[in-house]
């Protein structure tokens, strides 16, 4: 992590694996105590004190029906490629069966980051080898052509699911549109996407009001974020696609057994939503 006061929006990852440490039965992650140095888990702390007490809770649960959706579907042989956009230190190569392939989409810096480090890991035995490339791209690029024809290469035309949690909240809605239109050309019938989002009443709840006030004071590239919210008609009228599934972290507490401890107001609830491309567009 930077050093100084502020830290920088990608190091935000770090604040998601060390919350999906916290609670690794919950998440499925037992690798994600790998990440993070004790200033990222000084901050993340400070995070839970001061914007959400539950906010390790809900990264649990959104790590943990991803990776059981996935795996599932892994399972039933539908698909063989897993597409992390802006996947940070998210672990699911290492937690899902050997054999699926990654790619791990990023801002340069991070995928730099996360290559050398499990590169070492590997070697030193505390990872197991898996079949993962990474690709370094920004999303608010003015085109995504060269990170289209990375894709192309490395996919090899392979079934895939295109992964994208919490990145929409920093992104515009026209670059969020682009990158949707981007995943249609790409993927073909019988591909999914797995996306996480808030809705726009989660913007007045007091935790999102904290939030705001916590990114303000502690973010340096803070102006970057958009605090993007979605509708779930946004996920519905995707042309081409069918929603298959929709959860919140109240939701998949129930699922997984989580005890909710706050009022909805000081919980920033995720909404999850998984997609199955049913038609050319
Ligand atoms: C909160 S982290 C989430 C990481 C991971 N998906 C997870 O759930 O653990 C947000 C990630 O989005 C990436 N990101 C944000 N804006 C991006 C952009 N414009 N282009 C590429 N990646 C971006 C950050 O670098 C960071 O790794």
Redesign the pocket.
Known sequence: MAAGKNIG??E??F???IFRAQNAKLSGDKYAYLWGDEQSKHFAQKFLSRVSTEENFAHCL??RYFLDQIELLWNKGQIDCLI?F?????MYPFVLPDGLKHIE???PK?VEVKQNQIEKWIEEGLLEKRDIEFIG????AKDLNHLRTELNQKTEGKQNLILI???LF??SRDKTTALFEFFNDFQSPGDYIGSVSYLNKTLYTAAFERLRYFLAEELSDNDNINYQTLPKSFYQSQKGYQLLDHQDYFSLSKTYDNAVQNKPDDILNENFYLLKKINQK
């Open positions: 929006l990608s935000t990852a604040m998601t694996s959104r790590n992390n802006g996947g940070g230190f998210s989409i990023d801002l991070i791209a920004d999303f608010n949690e919490g990145v920093f992104l």
